[in-house]
Every structure is written in structure tokens, then in C-alpha cells.
């Protein structure tokens, strides 16, 4: 058995609770402590039985309730030395520090769990292929283009977990300041719609049953948008058979057997 719960994806706080019937792993945490406790117990989850966090990077969305869920359960906190280094975590006291390769794998206890780079604007930022008992998962949220070496990583799996941030004409015409669209654009910011559709056009297989569209931007696109968007290009691709669902920044999304 191999769960998964987005527990909600954006710009205003990411994290997503991988279980089995043993271990209960909590892949970023940047909502406050209080509120995952909160989405985890919405959704059917109880957040004793957490085994550890691991982080993809440092920023705000992805970090914010680290410290309180690693001191308020006894939790090691699973993240590359970069990551671990930076400021944004190191100000936050954890109850055990867990150094891992941005390449290798390593496992917890029946989750054998490898991370992958990928292009953004953090000091380090991994994705993570994720497997248990025969099935796969892959989780890869902030990056600004999706090059061969990380499709890789997305191909064979059972579900994904997949950025589809943003419209790039939402974007342009919105209200965001030019540098910050220019950001958002780059190779190392954030994955729009389009290229999400493309990317799964590639990595999906007939393995494949599950896709959630994570970390939607609240002002430059829409699960409507998005959900279109990625479906046109699939359809075009004569790829169907996947159920592909919006992740919502401000609630959980229903928890996914694989």
C-alpha cells in the first residue's frame, strides 16, 4: 500500500504526506506548523505517526513549518547540505539534521527515495522519485524548465506530483512588476502550463494513473486554466487513461492510492 496527500501547493506554502502502511513521510513543510497539523487532520491523516520531513529547498513556501513540526514530534529533517546551510533553514532549530546526496538515494525505512536537481532559483533545489513495494512516485514542484535528466526521473512511475505554475499570457499581462515576471520566466523559475502538458506528454506511460498540477500561481492562472491547458496537449498526444487533478493551495486534495 502507497498513499499520497497533497495537502496544499503555492506560492503560499507547499507539502504533500507520502505513507505506507508504516511510515508517514511529509515532503516539505511551508505552511506553519498549525496549519499542516490542521490540513493533516482534515484529510483523515494523524500527524504523530509522521516519520520525518524532507525538504526540496529553502524558501519560505517549502520551509516555514519545519522547525515546529521537527521540535513538536522528534522529527530528523531530511534535506542536501546546501539546503541545510542556507539561512532560511538554518534559522530554524530542528530536532535532528539529516544530510543527504542532491543525487543519491537513501532510504527510510521500506522508502527507497533518490533526488534529482532541478533547475530553480534556490541555493539548491531537488525533486524526488519516490518508490515502495514495487510502486513509484515523483514529486518535482519549483523549477523553470524541465530538462532530459529530470524527465527522466519522471518517467515509470505510478503518479506524479508536477508543477504547472502559470499561463505564460496571464502572466505577461498581469499585474506582477517586470522583474518579477522576468523571474518567473527564466530557465530557473517557474514551470507554465504549456511545458507541464508537454513534459507529461513525454513521461506518462501506460503505468501511469495519476497526475496532480501542483503549485498553481493564484494570479497568473487558474485549475481551470491549467487543467485545460494540459489536457489539450495530451489530447493532442493521443495520451488519456491518467486522471489528472489541480492541487489547491488552501485545502487538502483527497488522499491517492497507488
Do not use: W
Amino acid at each position: 500500500m502507497l498513499e499520497f496527500c497533497v495537502l496544499g501547493s503555492g506560492s503560499s506554502g507547499n507539502a504533500t504526506i507520502v505513507r505506507d502502511k508504516e511510515t508517514t513521510l511529509l515532503f516539505d513543510a511551508g505552511f506553519s506548523g498549525k496549519e499542516i497539523i490542521n490540513r493533516m487532520k482534515k484529510a483523515g491523516l494523524d500527524p504523530k505517526e509522521i516519520t520525518a520531513v524532507i525538504v526540496s529547498h529553502e524558501h519560505g513556501d517549502h520551509v516555514k513549518g519545519v522547525g515546529v513540526m521537527s521540535r513538536r514530534y522528534g522529527l530528523p529533517v531530511y534535506a542536501t547540505p546546501i539546503t541545510h546551510d542556507n539561512h532560511f533553514l538554518r534559522g530554524q532549530r530542528l530536532e535532528n539534521e539529516e544530510r543527504i546526496s542532491p543525487t543519491k538515494a537513501f532510504k527510510i525505512d521500506d522508502f527507497k527515495i533518490t533526488p534529482f536537481e532541478v533547475p530553480h532559483d534556490a541555493s539548491q533545489t531537488v525533486g524526488f522519485r519516490i518508490e515502495n513495494g514495487g510502486k513509484c512516485m515523483a514529486i518535482a514542484t519549483d523549477m523553470g524548465h524541465a530538462p532530459a535528466k529530470v524527465q527522466n526521473k519522471l518517467k515509470n512511475c505510478d503518479a506524479l506530483v508536477l508543477e504547472s505554475n502559470h499561463d505564460i499570457q496571464m502572466l505577461k499581462d498581469g499585474p506582477y512588476p517586470a522583474f518579477l515576471k522576468k523571474r518567473i520566466l527564466s530557465e530557473k523559475g517557474h514551470l507554465p502550463n504549456v511545458e507541464t502538458g508537454e513534459v507529461l506528454a513525454k513521461v506518462i506511460s501506460a503505468r501511469t494513473k495519476h497526475v496532480t498540477l501542483a503549485h498553481l500561481s493564484q494570479e497568473n492562472n487558474s485549475p481551470e486554466v491549467a487543467l485545460g491547458t494540459v489536457k489539450q496537449i495530451l489530447k493532442s498526444k493521443k495520451v488519456d487513461g491518467v486522471m489528472i487533478v489541480p492541487a489547491s493551495q488552501h485545502s487538502p486534495a483527497d488522499i491517492v492510492r497507488i
